[in-house]
């Protein structure tokens, strides 16, 4: 069950370098993320899969010094549109026509619409938008790592100016937004792995209205 994965997945602290996690597990992994929804389906960001020890080593430098982006097999960046520009706009809803094969024309307004919407619009306002969509890719992943028995941790910790620059975002017009090193925990010298998952009750959290 989901639940089950949800309940064995934490935040861990502490990853066993000598262990690798398997191509097609982190193929699923990023395919779930490639499947979330976002606004409009814009898909206003990109992961950057970070293996090499050296750019790791630099990234875990600028995370607060935190030994998962080292110690975890592969580094996952996911880095978020730094604007919304006509061509980026225009890019996406022309592959939606092109693989559905149409046009239409209330699809074509709502084109129109974002592009007399996004563009003109603060580009902090349209990363940080863009970035709430990142978020929902990055939630995605961390659910399917958790489904194939894959460990990982969850980082906000970390500086995004000095990621972009380690790995030349700004160029390709992206912004770091979070990061997910992916691996397997090392239980010894991990403090959080026996602790109890600790969420407030579903009665301070979920309320109906019937
Ligand atoms: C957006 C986000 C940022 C986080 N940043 C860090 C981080 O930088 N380092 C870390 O060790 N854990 C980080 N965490 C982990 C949270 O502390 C953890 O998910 C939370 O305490 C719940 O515990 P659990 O994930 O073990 O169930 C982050 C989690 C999220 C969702």
């Known amino acids: 069950m989901l639940i089950d994965k949800l309940n064995w997945r934490y935040a861990t602290k502490k990853m066993d370098p000598s262990k690798s996690v398997p191509e097609d597990k982190v193929e699923r992994i990023l395919e779930a993320a490639r499947l979330a929804p976002t606004s409009s389906g814009l898909q206003?960001?990109?992961?950057?899969?970070?293996?090499?020890?050296?750019?790791?080593?630099?990234?875990?430098?600028?995370?607060?010094?935190?030994?998962?982006?080292?110690?975890?097999?592969?580094?996952?960046?996911?880095?978020?549109?730094?604007?919304?520009?006509?061509?980026?706009?225009?890019?996406?809803?022309?592959?939606?026509?092109?693989?559905?094969?149409?046009?239409?024309?209330?699809?074509?307004?709502?084109?129109?619409?974002?592009?007399?919407?996004?563009?003109?619009?603060?580009?902090?306002?349209?990363?940080?938008?863009?970035?709430?969509?990142a978020y929902i890719g990055f939630g995605l992943a961390i659910t399917a790592a958790a489904f194939e028995g894959v460990d990982a941790t969850p980082m906000e910790g970390f500086d995004p100016v000095q990621v972009d620059e380690i790995l030349g975002l700004k160029a390709r017009g992206l912004r770091s937004v979070t990061l997910l090193p992916i691996g397997y925990r090392q239980s010894e010298g991990d403090w959080l792995v026996n602790?109890?998952?600790?969420?407030?009750?579903?009665d301070e959290f979920i309320s109906k209205v019937a």
Do not use: C
């Open 195 to 202: 602790l109890k998952k600790v969420r407030r009750p579903k």
């Open 44 to 133: 206003p960001y990109e992961i950057i899969v970070v293996t090499n020890p050296e750019v790791r080593a630099k990234i875990q430098a600028a995370a607060w010094n935190q030994a998962q982006v080292t110690e975890g097999s592969h580094l996952l960046v996911f880095a978020a549109w730094d604007n919304y520009t006509p061509e980026r706009i225009n890019k996406m809803f022309d592959l939606v026509n092109e693989e559905r094969g149409f046009t239409n024309e209330g699809w074509e307004n709502y084109r129109q619409m974002l592009l007399n919407t996004y563009p003109p619009r603060d580009a902090q306002v349209n990363f940080e938008h863009a970035a709430r969509q």
